[in-house]
Each structure stands twice: as C-alpha cells, then as structure tokens.
C-alpha cells in the first residue's frame, strides 16, 4: 500500500480551530473524507492515517466514526487525557477499535519546552505499550533536546516524530537540529515522517533546495525504513499543492533504490503503526 501517513479533516469553526489565523484563510472551510479521497486517487495513494487537530476525545470518537465507514482510512492518531489517572480506561475504549493505532498531545504549543517530562504525562504514555499503541511525537526543534530524554524513559515504546521536528527551516538554520535528529534516531524505536517541512519554510518563496538540506539529514539519521511519507494535509495547502508535495518527495528519494522507495512511501507506516 502507498500510504499517507498523516492529514487532518476538521469541519470548521473559529472557535474549535483558533489556531488557523489569516495568513491561513484558505483552510477556513470543511475539510472532510470526501474531499481528501478525489486527492489520494489522483495521487496513487492507497490509504492514509488521520490524526487529531483537536486535544479532545470527541474528536478522537468522531475520526474513528469516519474511519468506520472510510475504508481508506487505515488508522487514526487521537487525543486522550494521558496525565489522568484513569487514562487506561479511555485507552481502553479506544483500542477496542482495530483503527486507533497512536495517540498524540500538541506539545509544541506546551508553554513548558520540558512540558514532555512530566511525571502524571508520562505515567500515561507508559500505558500505551500495554494497548499496542503508538505515540506521535510533535515538537518544535527546541524540544527536542528534552524529547530525547523522554524516549529514552520509555525503551520499549514505539514513537512516531511528526514533522521531522520543525526545523527553522525559514531562517535556513541546520544547527542544532541537525545534531539534536542525529541523536534522536540512534534510538531505533522512533521512526519519523517527511511531513509538515513546507509549512516551516515560507509559504510563498521556499524551494526545494531550500528544503532538501533538511531532508538529506533525515534520510541519512533514520534511514528509508524508519522514514514515512506524509503531507498535513490540509495544513499543507497554505504553502504547497498535495501533488506538488508528493511530487518534491518523490524527486528527493529519486536516488534510492525502488525497494527503499517503497518503504518511504507506504511500507515503513504500515509497519510502525501495525496497519492492516
């Protein structure tokens, strides 16, 4: 299966979506299955995995709806209450749908960089294991030095990193993410997704040897089979085209072999989220 491994859909309003301001008007509209399925056909996509825009269990209930009667919906990235105490309960719920695959908090906007360390988080991200449950990652690159501590606390966790961190692509800035990622990937239960990369760059001018750099240092620290292809759609469609962004992909992994290819786009996210 090709394999989008991370889009969002939402029904819009401003007060469930603050964060979409108005450089980001063209995302002020409902973006549902029926529109995300006529871009993965055009595309060659076979399945896609959808993940939370909002940290609620009513979204998690309503993506899993969706999935339920959207059979290219391979699995779903939800919200729960981790630093509850009764967080296993709702985990419990969950999982007893074969499509809830990864659980994922917005960490990036945590006023705390070292937000990722807390003690009543992390007792429920150690919950996850027991359910066959992934968990996603999203951070900018100034949390990653704490983030790396945070997977180390959990060895036997499989994480997901979303956006290969969010480097200041836009100031052209490598360092320290460059070190930060090759640190991070030397801990082979990350995998992480090319994903949300023209979104940190600027909307209107970034190019693809802007991007590229970034891209070549994700490759070269995990590696084809620990990185997964993904857009943000719709978020992507602020600075880029779905077509447009599987079409610079496909041109950076151009060099590798078809097999390594494969699992970029399709195999490495089946794998890591267990996808059937």
Not at 22 to 27: R, Y
Not at 165 to 188: F, S, T, V
Not at 197 to 214: H, N
């Amino acid at each position: 299966m090709k394999i989008d491994s991370h889009h969002h859909f939402w029904k819009y309003s401003a007060e469930e979506y603050p964060w979409i301001g108005d450089s980001m008007a063209a995302l002020r509209r409902d973006f549902l299955p029926e529109h995300l399925k006529a871009e993965i056909a055009a595309a060659g996509i076979d399945g896609v995995v959808s993940v939370q825009a909002r940290q609620s269990v009513r979204e998690t209930e309503w993506l899993l709806s969706l999935a339920d009667v959207s059979p290219f919906i391979k699995a779903v990235v939800g919200w729960v209450p981790l630093a509850l105490a009764d967080v296993r309960d709702t985990l419990a719920v969950f999982a007893a749908n074969p499509k809830f695959r990864a659980v994922r908090h917005v960490v990036q906007d945590e006023p705390d960089d070292r937000f990722i360390l807390g003690a009543d988080f992390n007792r429920g991200v150690s919950a996850l294991r027991d359910f066959g449950l992934v968990y996603d990652i999203l951070i900018f690159e100034r949390q990653l030095a704490p983030s790396i501590e945070f997977v180390d606390r959990h060895p036997q966790q499989v994480f997901v990193l979303d956006h290969i961190a969010k480097p200041r692509i836009k100031d052209g800035a490598l360092d320290p993410w460059r070190a930060n990622i090759r640190e991070l990937a030397r801990r082979q239960n990350v995998f992480c997704k090319i994903s949300g990369m023209v979104t940190e760059a600027d909307w209107k001018t970034w190019s693809e040897e802007q991007l590229r750099p970034y891209f070549d240092v994700v490759l070269e620290a995990f590696g084809p089979k620990r990185l997964m292809f993904g857009t943000d759609w719709p978020v992507c469609l602020a600075a880029s085209s779905y077509a447009r962004w599987m079409e610079v992909v496909r041109k950076f992994s151009s060099g590798l072999s078809s097999d390594e290819q494969e699992w970029i786009f399709g195999r490495t996210a089946t794998q890591a989220y267990g996808l059937k």
